[in-house]
């Protein structure tokens, strides 16, 4: 009888809008009326906020003789179309049928409106069938939480009615006979002095050997203070006068060397204001800066990678390879309190059995530096390739060795192990491709320039990373860079310097085959700014389009899964995405990443207190790697291994080629994630879709750009993809809708829409990128969602409202916009874009809107 119950469940689960209809029932008596009754699956109530579909289900207690109609009459004290829709409201069945059903829709809304009902009953009714006893049901909805949008200006006052004391580093550097930081010391107006203490420790606990180095105040932001009186020994300030005119009681520390003992390892620490009552390294405490630095045999600070001594484990190996769950998952916890489920890695096990490791391919680590002595890493870096800005303003340091000096952990070195630690050494982990050459460049410690420009050095510093420079350093020969970085500028376009950069890079290097630049899409998914509403937990605060590079089509722009195979909770989304790599969680409840950290075990993030992974465990018992590494900075070398990989295995590849191949091999994960869709004013509105299957066939999701990144999938279609197959990528012209006035409706779910009519281009071209140009005068741009539909009809959100980097920007000028979603689509026909306000208090117009496609000719392929 179970069986047969749950049988029958399926059947009416399959049945769908409509009727059903039983041969194996005796044929109908045409004498005898059937009667009809009402039924709800499920409960009678619902919660509005779960945007629950509910099935209203007819059924006669006999088969209809011939076609029966059956009227709806809807009432209650919910509005329909306003606060719920019905699929339809005349039923029909057919002869025989025994059943019907339609869909009553619930709108979520964040409106204050109490609990409703909905009350459907039966009203005329033709054909042979009558009313039957049920014949009126009601279904109770229960409201939501309301919600609204406070768009009042911050307040940064305490709860006192002051601005709290501000603390900020801008720097720490090395100087022939001193260690220098530099900070920013905010007090408020006609407060007491509050005082500052810089001092240093061998002792990262700072409860013994401790020694100031200097005691002072900080005096008020307000210039008139110190008119009551002298300052109590103040700091001492910068001596370049001009910085007060951007920055506030900058303060200079110097921490002389000759205080300190050769090959040392010291603890800085600058407090502000009341000392922390118990202190440990590495946690956060307000207005507390802190910093650690080694030094050589000479007492020197060190500023070059001192290759340390180390054993490898008995049998070699790599005896953390088994908790490296993003190579190949089991379950394992990482070092973790709970593990993840296995599968949810790079699928790799086949590429690792075969010996793939990236060999003959030239990984760039653009990043803040690279320990090029690392026990697992020196194997693979190249002598002589990797460049340090910094190395000419920094006493001792080589500008072919990018160390950084400050050991409280080193990003670079961090990627570089996700993507090229070496394999079968008997340290730590592997590399995703650990026979790749690896160099590392770090165009943020480049020298300010003769105007003391620091910005400007380092954009020149970056530019010569990717590509546009052949020596100091030789970044031309690169094959593939890791850029695990990222801007947040809101309404920006890329300038102009890099998009000629990244198009050189795709057209000239590898012999005209292109490099692959591999970008994190940022981890600012839950980082909201003043303003805060509920969907911003579903849709993120702010969105992968909020670095202008990512908007571009020459990079590969990586967001991350975790150990369960979703979305890591930070990962910033967006139609820009193209790929997903693991990067995982925090390490401490969930698995994050196991890496290389800054040798030692006092240097790195192996000694912060979310790292599990110490030097008390056998397996780490130098200190050399953590298992806490993560954000889309962990993803992006994850994937630039896999690239390397495919290029190690066909070094024919194109750019383009390593692209679509990632696209067509990824792995669909998370693939019940509902859309996320809310009524406004009574319209419904999706703020994010679910998977979609475009026109081409490729699926695609903005959390997760075509999927999770597939190795094994991949080198199968790359050892049989016949390279720069994919035609001639054509840039198009920009398409116009013309100088637009039209208004968009406030807080209103219905938005407006405008079509352009998109014609001339090939009939076999297939789009590789679609870029919308979007001008909207006044309004508010955090509250505009953006979404463009194809002919084809797929449709992708180019901007989530809510962004919170777009919090108070009046309008949107020129706006470039970058989705992949439609990849492999045809451009010809009829594009739309819908743009709707979901916040109230400010209206805008829609001035104008283009077009641009990147398309090639793909056949086959």
Known sequence: MRKLALFMIGLLGLAGCGSSNDSSQPPPDPSRQASVALALSGSSGVEESDNPKVRLTLVLDAPATGPVSVALNLGGSATRDRDYAISDDKIQFPAGATSAS????????????????????????????????????????????????????????DSEGESPLVLEPLGFDVEEDAMVALVVAGVPPNTPAAPMVTEWSTDPTFTSGVTAIRECYGPSENPSADRFGPPMNPCEATPDPLDS??????????????????????????????????????????????????????????????????????????PLFEQQWHLENTGQKAFAEQGGTPGADLNMKKAIDAGHKGAGVKLAVVDSGLEICHPDLAANTAEGGSFNFGAGTRPGASSDDPYNFASTGDHGTSVAGVAAAAADNGFGGRGVAPAVTLVGFNPLEAA?????????????????????????????????????????????????EFTRAFRMGVEKLRSGRGAVYVKAAGNAFELCEQRIHPLQKEIGCTGANSDPDQNTP????????????????????????????????????APAMITTDQAGPFAGYSILPENRLTSDNPLNRDGDYINSFGGTSSAAPAVSGAVAILLGISPELTWRDIKHILASTARKIDPDIAEVRAAFKGTPYILQHAWQTNAAGFDFHNWYGFGAADVDAAVAMAESHTPDSLGTLVE????????????????????????????????????EAVVLEIAVEGGDAFDLGITLRSPAGTQSVLNTPLNSLLEGSPGISDWHLLSNAFYGENPNGTWTLHVADIVAADTGTLTDWKLRFYHGKHGAN
Not at 124 to 137: C, E, F, K, P, V
């Open 554 to 589: 020459w990079m590969v722009v990586v967001g991350g899964f975790n150990a369960d195979d979703e979305k890591s909770t930070y990962s910033s989304a967006g139609a820009n995405l193209w790929i997903a790599g693991p990067s995982g969680q925090n390490g401490i409840t």
């Open 448 to 496: 300010p320039d003769e105007s003391g420009d620091s910005d400007m050095a380092a954009e020149i510093a970056l530019l010569k990373s990717l590509g546009t420079s052949a020596s100091e350093p030789d970044s031309a020969s690169v094959d593939v860079f890791n850029m695990s970085f990222g801007l947040d500028e809101g309404i920006a376009n890329a300038d102009e």
């Open 102 to 157: 339609a869909e009553i829709d619930v709108y979520r809304d964040f409106d204050e409106e109490g609990d409703e009902t909905i009350e459907v009953d039966l009203g005329a009714i033709t054909g042979n069938a009558r009313a039957g006893d049920q014949s009126s049901i009601t279904l109770n909805v229960i409201d939501g939480p309301a919600a609204s949008v406070d768009k009042s200006p911050p307040d940064n006052a």
């Open 245 to 318: 005119l951007f920055f506030h009681n900058l303060r200079l520390f110097r921490l002389p060397l000759d205080a300190l003992a050769p090959d040392g390892h010291y603890f800085l620490r600058i407090r502000l204001g009341t000392t922390p009552t118990s202190f440990e390294w590495g946690r956060e405490y307000p207005n507390v800066v802190t910093n650690s630095f080694a030094t050589d045999s000479e007492g020197a600070v060190l500023v070059r990678c001192r290759a340390p001594e180390r054993t490898p484990a008995p049998g070699g190996g790599d």
């Open 732 to 767: 198009s012209e920009w398409f116009e809708a013309g100088r637009l006035s039209t208004r968009i409706p406030d807080a209103d779910g219905a938005g407006i829409s405008a079509a352009m009519e998109v014609s001339g281009l090939p009939e076999d071209a297939d789009i």
